[in-house]
């Protein structure tokens, strides 16, 4: 799909669609939006989107569909669901779903789409609103291949870093992979952190030499200084949404019969933020709950 013609609906404008959308505006594409909630869809109205009124309308005007959604349930709801996507969809048409979503969910997703002849890609992102905010995405797509190179333009409006994965599914799986590090690095690194200043080293000395050593991680080098060290933990992305995130990687481990005792026990951790109610704050909470507990302060 390389020439700019075809029209994209986008079902999905929160914290992150919001900005991969106003992205795809800036490259040109012609877009269809849909949200529940009304204002982000009135602001990329101003920047040239047409509003559609239900998923189900925005599938009927569009040659591809993209979802960014929140978890498997919301995907499944909009795309298969009364009203939805499938309701609305052209023959020819291509359903890219964006969300960070259970892998076995997807590929149910797509082999029902399948039925109707639609092919669908599963394609979830890393880099969060920064790099959504930036066109830098990573994107991770599984699905047939030539539909894949036929969206890659489209991905290259909102993305950096493109990898094809393989089948329907193989994308989610990556993506699952990717969080789970992501989920365990954010606990590890707080522990130790915490650790280390307790015992009597300065933040700002510890940090510095971790920076530059083995110990070194996305988490400790952008994640944090962006958010928790300076004391913000207005998300962001959300505890809660690390807490579903692990739950997707502990699933798959269940199904895989691999043992991820780590992993297991981060999602524990979030399990408890989620039920605390701080689960709406930032994924980096987990540098607070130390503070908290042994009266510190991680901060610049």
Not at 211 to 221: C, E, I, P, Y
Request: glycine share 12%; aromatic share 6%; net charge negative.
């Amino acid at each position: 799909m390389s020439d700019r013609k075809e029209t994209i609906g986008f079902i999905g404008i929160g914290i992150m669609g919001k900005r991969m959308s106003s992205n795809l505006i800036k490259a040109g594409w012609p877009l269809i939006v849909y949200d529940i909630n009304p204002k982000p869809l009135e602001e990329l109205k101003e920047m040239g989107a047409t509003v559609g009124g239900s998923s189900k309308e925005v599938a009927a005007q569009s040659d591809v569909i993209i979802t960014m959604l929140p978890d498997s349930d919301d995907v499944e709801k909009v795309i298969l669901g009364e009203n939805g996507v499938m309701e609305g969809i052209k023959g020819d048409s291509i359903v890219i779903d964006m969300s960070t979503i259970d892998p076995s969910v997807s590929r149910r997703i797509s082999e029902t789409l399948l039925t109707k002849s639609i092919k669908m890609l599963d394609a979830p992102v890393s880099g969060g609103p920064e790099g959504a905010e930036a066109g830098t995405l990573s994107i991770m797509v599984g699905g047939d291949e030539q539909i894949f190179h036929k969206c890659e333009e489209i991905f290259k409006g909102m993305g950096k870093n493109i990898f094809y994965c393989g089948p329907n599914g193989n994308g989610a799986i990556v993506k699952s992979v990717n969080n789970l590090l992501a989920g365990t690095m954010a606990v590890i690194n707080a522990e130790a952190l915490a650790l280390g200043v307790k015992a009597g080293v300065d933040f700002k000395v510890l940090f510095d030499i971790i920076s530059v050593s083995t110990g070194r991680s996305v988490f400790l080098k952008n994640a944090a200084p962006m958010k928790a060290f300076k004391g913000d933990f207005e998300p962001g992305f959300m505890a809660n949404l690390m807490h579903k995130d692990l739950g997707i990687a502990v699933n798959l481990a269940r199904e895989q019969g691999v043992p991820i005792p780590v992993g297991a026990l981060s999602h524990q951790i979030f399990s408890q933020f989620k039920a605390s109610g701080v689960g709406i704050k930032d994924w980096t909470i987990t540098v607070k709950q130390y503070e908290d507990l042994l009266g510190i302060k991680l901060r610049f």
